[in-house]
């Protein structure tokens, strides 16, 4: 018999030897208990067999960057379940009883990493953002001038984190896909016990700072030297990267690909639009690999699309597919522009028929919409309302979660 029940502190030790069971992984004590600062108790499910925990689910409060401002998200993570159980249906109902807490919560808006991209889409997640994965030769030649070596600051970084936290709150506002980042989880991005190392150097940190002395740009990286015949081909391996300015990221490129004894920078989190790629494009053959990033979840349908805003005017009725969630499901006029936006409910003819996940997927401004009806996932049933839709929704630039959690 499967109980679900919210999780107390007595089961944190269950829990962490079913964290290390679900990934396939092995945390330090005190790794596991740094990480588990950023979980809120009363958002905690966990699924028990015979009293024995056997599956989780967790959320926590955050604000989520969309275009035009900010909005109220839970932040799903640390979903898991014991291979005892796999395949029997205790993700699902975590899953969707989660959500329909969520749902009541007052946030609008749910998000997560998927270490399974396969599952999230059946829950009505979208893929929001993606994010590119790339080595680069050290010393590739840049485009253009080079940054003022002399801004940036080298170190411990968990020296650096006053700078790094700075830095990272004058972009957050600004870009689609950031979430608000409390002190754990500041702490747990730097933490840095011998054990988590696995031969690499020790968490090290760049801090880059404009005239004024203001923060604008921060990177954590390990360095990794091995030896062949006698010579060096050392690894960057950058955790983080975040740039305020142009002038900031190519300040922190520079420093990266200029350390001795490394022969690769690799990067595993930039933006699909990095400026990387740009200043490299006519000097190192580069062959970036997109993943899937952040997914989100339209929890309350009109408040979401309400609180972000618009490029173009669009004046639609959305047929919306949302099995889990009843109170999405139907038909919503969208009257939206740069003046602002209005959703209600009608019984009109719909002029586009699709899944919530469809809508999920463009909330931060990714040109998704226009990629899903080439596919045939999104039904135009008056011709160019996808394209007016895809267009009003679409953003400046590729959204970006910079904080993996």
């Known amino acids: 018999m499967l109980e679900v029940r919210t999780l107390t502190d007595d089961d944190m030790p269950a829990l962490q030897s079913l964290d290390e069971w679900a990934f396939g ?23 028990f067999v015979d009293g024995a925990l056997v599956g989780h689910v967790a959320a926590f409060s955050h604000t989520l960057t969309v275009p035009g401002g900010v909005v109220p998200a839970a932040g799903v993570t640390w979903v898991g379940v014991s291979p005892q159980v796999r395949r029997r249906g205790v993700a699902a109902q975590l899953l969707t009883e989660q959500l329909v807490d969520l749902a009541s919560d007052g946030e609008p808006v749910a998000s997560l990493w998927a270490s399974e991209s396969s599952i999230y889409g059946r829950f009505g997640y979208g893929v929001a953002s993606r994010r590119a994965a790339v080595d680069v030769p050290r010393g590739s030649r840049l485009d253009g001038p080079g940054g003022d070596r002399d801004a940036a600051t080298l170190g411990n970084a968990a020296h650096l984190l006053d700078g790094a936290r700075e830095a990272y709150e004058r972009l957050r506002p600004r870009l689609p896909g950031m979430i608000t980042r409390e002190e754990a989880d500041w702490q747990a991005a730097v933490h840095d016990d ?8 020790p968490l090290r940190g760049v801090v880059v700072r404009d005239p004024e002395g203001d ?23 950058v955790d983080e990267l975040l740039a305020a300015t142009p002038a900031a990221e190519r300040c922190l490129l520079d420093v990266l690909l200029d350390i001795d004894l490394t022969t690769t920078v690799s990067f595993w989190n930039l933006p699909v639009d990095d400026l990387l790629f740009s200043w490299t494009e006519h000097t190192v053959g580069l062959a970036p690999r997109t993943h899937d990033q952040l997914w989100v979840r339209l929890t309350h349908l009109p408040d979401a699309l309400r609180a972000r805003s618009y490029s173009a005017d669009v004046d639609v009725v959305l047929d919306v597919t949302d099995p889990t969630l009843s109170r999405n499901a139907g038909r919503w006029r969208l009257v939206a522009g740069t003046d602002g936006c209005q959703v209600e409910r009608t019984q009109a003819a719909p002029d586009v028929s699709l899944d919530v996940r469809d809508l999920a997927a463009a909330y931060l401004g990714d040109d998704s919409l226009s990629r899903a009806a080439l596919a045939g996932m999104i039904t135009d049933h008056t011709s160019g309302a996808v394209a007016a839709l895809a267009r009003a929704m679409r953003g400046s630039r590729a959204p970006h979660c910079a904080y993996m959690f």
């Open 25 to 47: 992984s092995w945390f330090p004590d005190e790794r596991f208990a740094v990480s588990a600062q950023r979980l809120e108790r009363r958002r905690q499910r966990g699924a």
């Open 194 to 201: 011998e054990r988590s190392r696995t031969d690499a150097s």
């Open 215 to 237: 923060a604008v740009g921060y990177a954590f990286f390990r360095t990794k030297v091995t030896w062949s015949d006698g010579h060096p081909s050392g690894t960057v391996s």
